[in-house]
T-cell receptor, first 113, second 108 residues
Framework: NAGVTQTPKFQVLKTGQSMTLQCAQD?????MSWYRQDPGMGLRLIHY???????DQGEVPNGYNVSRSTTEDFPLRLLSAAPSQTSVYFC????????????FGPGTRLTVT | DAKTTQPNSMESNEEEPVHLPCNHS???????IHWYRQLPSQGPEYVIH???SNVNNRMASLAIAEDRKSSTLILHRATLRDAAVYYC?????????FGAGTRLTVKP
């Protein structure tokens, strides 16, 4: 199993550009989530999904959209990038929402200039 | 959400045991205590979790206080590969909230 994969690994955007961060898992997990991590800080939850067709907001959802059309994929869209969105983005998946082990991807390092 | 307090940093010598403390005095009765760690330039990885009883796995042991207001992650023999930020996270059916964690340095 590949586990949780994320693409791209690195990305540089100009202010106002849009892009999609890809996340996929091959463990048939129902729960998937996106986090951002700013330098020297812990991870903060952006959006999550408890199954295909169901998404909800986390702690810091503004400026991001998500959708979940399949169990495997959970893309994160930045509609109009801002310098404040410069961060490392992690995708995670787990069996369900609750006290289950979460598996994290390797991250995408995004810089917005 | 339960608030947690962890030391900002700790140091250990290689091959020695390490005890990483966490206070979570506002934990709810149904919250499990999870520990994750994040190695440099990687995503977090699961270490261990428990509810009331002490727990052991191949990576570590988790000692939970009887009143559940604190817990301790125990690495029995620290290796250089254990140098990471360790996060203590109480949660159950809500969202996992990461604090700043404890940065563990392991000296050879």
């Amino acid at each position: 199993n590949a586990g949780v994969t994320q693409t791209p690994k690195f990305q540089v955007l100009k202010t106002g550009q849009s892009m999609t961060l890809q996340c996929a898992q091959d463990m048939n997990h129902e729960y998937m989530s996106w986090y951002r991590q700013d330098p020297g800080m812990g991870l903060r939850l952006i959006h999550y999904s408890v199954g295909a067709g169901i998404t909800d907001q986390g702690e810091v959802p503004n400026g991001y959209n998500v959708s979940r059309s399949t169990t495997e994929d959970f893309p994160l869209r930045l509609l109009s990038a801002a310098p404040s969105q410069t961060s490392v983005y992690f995708c995670a998946s787990s069996y369900g929402r609750g006290p289950y082990e979460q598996y994290f991807g390797p991250g995408t390092r995004l810089t917005v200039t | 959400d339960a608030k947690t307090t962890q030391p900002n940093s700790m140091e250990s010598n290689e091959e020695e045991p390490v005890h990483l403390p966490c206070n979570h005095s506002t934990i709810s009765g149904t919250d499990y205590i999870h520990w994750y760690r994040q190695l440099p330039s990687q995503g977090p990885e699961y270490v261990i979790h428990g509810l009331t009883s002490n727990v052991n796995n191949r990576m570590a042991s988790l000692a939970i206080a009887e009143d559940r207001k604190s817990s301790t992650l125990i690495l029995h023999r620290a290796t250089l590969r254990d140098a990471a930020v360790y996060y203590c996270i109480p949660y159950n059916n809500n969202d996992m909230r990461f604090g700043a964690g404890t940065r563990l340095t392991v000296k050879p």
